[in-house]
């Protein structure tokens, strides 16, 4: 299979946010030897305001990364 890129651009966030921190890890549950890369799915940011609301981005579903 081959690599796919996915892009998100963040827009209409409050004033104050400087950046953004996104990981996703995964884990081998095959045991397969050797390395072939982690299967990823169902990827969301979620954004926390400091009034208490939060703002969720589009989850990645699964097969779309």
Do not use: N
């Not at 827009?11 to 045991?31: A, T």
């Not at 072939?36 to 969301?44: R, T």
């Amino acid at each position: 299979a081959e690599w796919q890129r996915v892009e998100h651009t963040f827009e209409d966030y409050p004033v104050g946010i400087r950046f953004v921190v996104f990981e996703h890890s995964g884990k081998d549950l095959q045991f397969w030897a050797g390395h072939y890369g982690s299967k990823m799915a169902k990827a969301s940011v979620i954004v926390h305001f400091g009034d208490g609301h939060k703002r969720t981005s589009t989850t990645i579903k699964e097969g779309e990364c």
